[in-house]
């Protein structure tokens, strides 16, 4: 993509959520003119700099939007909720055009004409509400008008007919001039020497711009990458100045011992400034929600103040991004299941307007973050209920639970107690996965509520990821990091002793602690380490009878379940550099990287989250209640079945469920190789089976699920390492093509989501396919020439769905994204067999499409033509077959299709031959 | 050979390249258990002596460990584990050879590390069908040397059995 482009996009992608920001207090605020003016010049930037870049769409969009905002700005116009709605739409459209610019590096086809027209309505007040209102904008004109007489001499001469002022100031009636078309204006004016409009700019309005563009000129924008690159180097140099100051350590006098000091300064100085680099204000994780928390009292009829504090704390980009999902999410749950409806806050003796406030602020390494609501709290008897409803836990366990642990269990996936699903939340797959990306970074989420006054979300993260500070602990003679955040304090237990003495039931360690029993976990037994602490303690013993009885206790805290791990010994706190693990080992739960010390050992990290789920006692958040989340999504209109499956890694894969044939568990002492090829002996004939990714480890006995795809005779699987579920959801996939067998990612269950190429998949598995078999099921005639099959469709996903599809079917493929462009084909002289079309598509649809193609005058006249359809009513269908459509197909529903497409050709054959 | 694969050979021919039978590839030769093994010397990254590694607990079998390269973590595959043979005894020395697969380093812990061959890929031949499967399954062919025979390790198949 073009360079300017690409900042254009960056620097439009600001001002949009500048812009979202700043609607909203406008709206609280209608008339204070710093906000309207700062808004205008952010839609006016915009206008300005598609002109310049050719973006017509985008400038017709930005430019009648900057015209309402004009007469907001001369006060022509009362500012109301309809008209900031408005303006917000044009945001909107705004957005998806630039998004498109973004994805395909151009205008995205379409009109925006009925948008433009609501704009026009308002600007000219033709609209409804200002209909009846006397007629502002006309009054106004010929005084504007007067107003620039004197100026309209100097426009005639000056060589700019295009200009959309020029342009403006000759077309009667005359709209009002806005404060910036005004100024202008001015500029040509006082390049002629005519002082007088240049007073008329207001002075305050002057010193602001400068002082914005001073602040311009101290920033500079520099790629992400680039500092990334550098934190990574600084990441090395502490290392080894951690190594060095090791070394020095150790070697008591010399003369490297000064320098070394100023060496560790400077380090120390330059891992904060580089630190410093990938700082942002947490403001722009949060420039979303004022709009989100508008749009939705809107939708709930509720009044809610969102009120944000703490917005220019700084925290790690890379955690920036990883909690405004998040973040995002539980505002919104605040907005939706906190706050009550007026009437009952009103009734609970509480202020009508609701109040969510945001707070964040820096603690000691941390960076805490608030979420805070004065609305009905949790629930907690109806938690209680649902948790024995759930199956969570039994009646005694509930009862013994206090309110606090209890309330815990809203982290549970597929736990809502919203008794009615609202489009917002209350689809139970929020606040689990909340909590799964908050532990992700080392994080740490607590909750209080109380019933009727309110709940209060606190989220701790660490401000970077790259450095941590970790406690060096030594089991089994092996050192492990555990990150220092989930320590709480370290307890010196004893085995034998009176006092803090680790006692057992049944073999399992527990300690007393502070009048409270302490679940303990062995790292040794965890690890399955040698016993290697027998010989040690022999020793020990010989030196010192009571060191070998004490036990090293570290307290950890995860997601509110705190525990005990014992360890041999504790050595001091280190900051480390978290490395990932080695893909082979990134299976192991209990580590979630590991580093090298000081002395250049390398260490492996403890993960605390891991070690609470190895020991079962967390596993509240992974008992995932499907039935919920299905009901949920089932209510939305144009959805399709996704099977959700793990091929390698932690990240779900998806794949339409219509493409697939049927789920099998292979028995793997079953499969055969041959010539680098799985087969498996699979209804009397061999089919090929595919890892889904070379790397992808089968089970050495017993099973391995496999989906296996049909296409006609032939069959192939296609092995996994697990099948999830099946879910129903919208596929809004952004499409990526630079990775092989993927289509692109979508968002189920909050989670991104790749669906996968089946295509890719069959063509793997083919070549080696046609090898083995010969060409026995072609003809003589499909031999010599491929059949050449257009697909119109104006859904990318669909193109990219079909034609691998079709090709593998044995298919010439040829796509097109509106039936404009393939009747461009047809006037290049293409020719195809067949065309498959969908019938709802912007522009034109699939009905005008086929009364184009089967007109006497077109070269395609005598292509049959295949419809496409996601719903197909017996009206439809007769329209389609009056249009010329031989057949009706369902999306999705490629067999069909195929057997729809080889018998329309078979009978054009016939046709053919016995005409 | 398929028909890709005989134009590409015409192809070279007309351009006057060497005849793939002349042509050389370098090997470095490892010694494990007294078998000679091959690895193209382009993979070949770095050749320790022993190394400290540090155990990885619950790891696959072969993983002997991780340990630190010039600051950057390498994994350590025990190829002796891998091949299903038994461990050297204990105090004897062993070396290694980094490879890089998939962006990752690993370090294969072998017994001895012999010169670098040129050697011509006429005297290349197939696995024989009949070798055990695990070595079957490592091995991309055997050279005829004139003392010994070279089993040539395919870097990418010996890791991707760990690796998941």
């Known amino acids: 993509m073009d360079d300017l482009i690409v900042e254009f996009l960056t620097e439009t992608n600001e001002s949009l959520a500048a812009i979202d920001v700043q609607l909203v207090d406008l709206e609280q605020n209608p008339n204070d003119a710093n906000i309207l003016g700062s808004i205008f010049r952010l839609m006016h930037t915009i206008k300005g700099t598609c002109g310049f870049l050719g973006l017509p769409r985008l400038e017709t969009v930005a430019h009648r939007a900057e015209n309402v905002m004009g007469r907001f700005r001369d006060g022509t116009l009362q500012v109301t909720t309809d008209y900031v709605t408005l303006i917000f739409e044009s945001i909107d459209r705004i957005k998806y055009i630039v998004g498109e610019l973004e994805a395909n590096g151009k205008e995205p086809d379409g009109s925006d004409a009925e948008l433009i027209e609501k704009l026009d309505a308002v600007y000219e007040g033709r609209d409804s509400a200002q209909a009846g209102a006397a007629p502002a904008p006309t009054a106004a004109a010929p005084e504007a ?29 005359l709209p009002p001039m806005s404060e910036d078309e005004k100024k202008e204006a001015a500029v040509p004016a006082a390049a002629a020497a005519a002082p007088k409009p240049v007073a008329a700019v207001p002075k305050a309005d002057e010193d602001h711009t400068a002082r914005e563009s001073n602040v311009a000129n101290q920033t500079l924008r520099v790629n992400v990458d680039v500092l990334e690159n550098l934190m990574t180097m600084v990441s090395e140099l502490v290392l080894t100045r951690n190594q060095l100051l090791q070394i020095a350590r150790s070697a008591k006098e010399n003369e490297f011992a000064t320098p070394l000091q100023r060496l560790n300064h400077v380090v120390s100085d330059l891992q904060e400034g580089v630190m410093k680099t990938r700082m942002q204000p947490i403001g722009a994780a949060w420039s979303k929600l004022p709009r989100i928390i508008r749009d939705l009292s809107m939708e709930v009829h509720k009044k809610i103040d969102l009120v944000m504090v703490g917005q220019e704390t700084e925290l790690d980009r890379q955690v920036l991004e990883l909690i405004k999902d998040p973040l995002t999410h539980m505002v919104r749950n605040s907005g939706d299941h906190g706050i009550e409806l007026p009437a009952d806050r009103v009734a609970a003796g509480k202020p009508e307007t609701g109040k969510i406030i945001l707070r964040a602020f820096h603690e000691g390494g941390h960076i805490i973050i608030e979420i805070k609501d004065d609305g009905k709290g949790l629930n907690t008897p109806r938690i209680r209920e649902k948790i024995l409803e759930k199956g969570l836990a039994s009646t005694e366990e509930v009862e013994a639970m206090t ?52 709940s209060t979300f606190t989220i701790k993260i660490p401000l970077t990821l790259a450095i941590v500070s970790a406690l060096i602990v030594e089991c089994a003679g092996e050192r ?21 003495r680790i006692e057992s039931i049944n073999g399992t360690p527990v300690f007393r602690l502070r009048d409270r029993l302490l679940p303990l976990i062995t790292l040794q037994k965890l690890l399955k380490l040698p016993d290697v602490i027998k010989e040690e303690t022999d020793q020990d013993k010989r030196r010192s009878n009571s060191a070998s009885n004490n036990r090293y206790i570290v307290v950890t805290e995860v997601g509110g379940y705190t525990f005990g791990i014992i360890v041999d010994r504790v050595f001091d706190t280190e900051e480390i550099v978290v490395k990932p693990v080695a893909r082979i080992l990134s299976d192991i739960e209990l580590f979630s990287g590991n580093t090298i010390l000081g002395d250049g050992t390398v260490i492996m990290i403890l993960d605390p989250g891991g070690i609470a789920k190895a ?21 939305e209109g144009a959805r399709t079945s996704l099977l959700l499956f793990y091929a390698t890694g932690e990240a779900p894969r998806a794949v339409p469920l219509s493409l697939v044939a049927r789920l099998e568990d292979v028995d793997v002492s079953k499969i055969e190789h041959s010539n680098d090829q799985m087969l498996i002996q699979y209804r009397n004939s061999l089919m090929p089976l595919i890892k889904f990714d070379p790397s992808l480890e089968l089970a050495s006995e017993g099973t391995q699920p496999t989906l296996v795809f049909s296409d006609g005779t032939r069959s192939m699987g296609l092995m996994v390492r697990e099948i999830i579920d099946i879910v129903e959801d919208n596929i809004n996939v952004q499409i990526n093509s630079d990775r092989n067998g993927f289509l692109g990612s979508t968002i189920i269950h909050g989670r991104a989501t790749d669906i996968i190429d089946v295509g890719y998949h069959l063509k793997t598995a083919y070549k080696d396919w046609f090898k083995d078999h010969g060409d026995e099921d072609f003809d003589r005639e499909d031999m010599k020439r491929l059949r050449r099959v257009l697909v119109v469709d104006d859904s990318p996903f669909f193109r990219n769905m079909l034609s691998p599809l079709l090709s593998v079917a044995g298919y010439d493929v040829k796509t097109a994204e509106n039936p404009l462009r393939a009747l461009e084909m047809q006037e290049k002289g293409e020719h195809f067999d067949i ?34 359809t996601s719903h197909a009513t ?40 016995s005409a | 050979m398929s028909l890709a694969g005989e134009t590409e050979k015409f192809r070279k021919r007309r351009a006057g390249e060497v005849d793939e039978g002349l042509r050389q590839t370098d090997y470095l030769m490892i010694l494990i258990g007294g078998q000679r093994f091959g690895i193209p010397v382009l993979q070949v990254q770095d050749v320790l002596r022993q190394q400290k590694v540090t155990r990885v607990p619950l790891a696959p079998p072969e993983v002997a460990g991780a340990m630190n390269l010039r600051g950057r973590i390498v994994t350590a595959i025990n190829v002796r584990c891998r091949l299903g043979m038994q461990d050297l005894p204990e105090g004897q020395n062993t070396m290694s050879v980094v490879v890089e697969h998939e962006n990752e380093l690993y370090s294969l812990i072998i017994d001895q590390v012999g010169d670098v061959l040129s050697l011509y890929n006429k005297d290349f031949e197939p696995v024989p069908a009949t070798l055990d499967s695990v070595w079957r399954d490592i091995a991309t062919g055997i050279f005829r040397l004139d003392d010994k025979l070279m089993v040539v390790v395919d870097v990418p198949r010996l890791l991707q059995h760990s690796v998941h």
Not at chain 1, 416 to 435: F, L, N, P, Q, Y
Request: glycine residues 8%; charged residues 25%.
């Open chain 1, 145 to 173: 008008a007067a107003a620039l007489d004197p100026l309209q001499a100097l426009w005639d001469s000056l060589p700019s007919p295009d200009d959309p002022i020029a342009a403006a100031l000759n077309a009667p009636p």
């Open chain 1, 403 to 454: 309110d606090r642990q209890v309330q815990q269990y809203i982290f549970a996936a597929g736990f809502s107690t919203a008794e009615k699903v609202t489009s917002i939340s209350g689809r139970g797959v929020g606040m689990d996965v909340v909590r799964t990306n908050i532990e992700k970074i080392g994080g740490t989420i607590d909750l209080h509520s109380e019933m009727g006054k309110g």
């Open chain 1, 480 to 500: 492990y990091a555990i990150p220092q955040l989930a320590v709480q304090e370290l307890v010196l237990g004893s085995e034998t002793g009176t006092a803090n």
């Open chain 1, 615 to 635: 020991t079962g006692e967390i596993s509240v958040a992974q008992t995932a209640d499907k039935e919920e989340d299905q009901a949920a999504l089932v209510r």
């Open chain 1, 835 to 868: 065309i498959i079309s969908d019938i709802e598509m912007p522009e034109m649809n699939g009905f005008e499409f086929a009364e184009k193609v089967k007109h006497s005058d077109c070269a395609w006249k005598n292509t049959p033509m295949v419809a496409l």
């Open chain 1, 874 to 913: 017996q009206h439809d269908i007769e329209r389609g077959q009056q249009v010329g459509f031989t057949k009706h197909v369902a999306k999705f529903d490629r067999d069909t299709l195929l057997s729809t497409l080889s018998q329309t050709l078979a009978e054009q054959r016939q046709e053919r031959k």
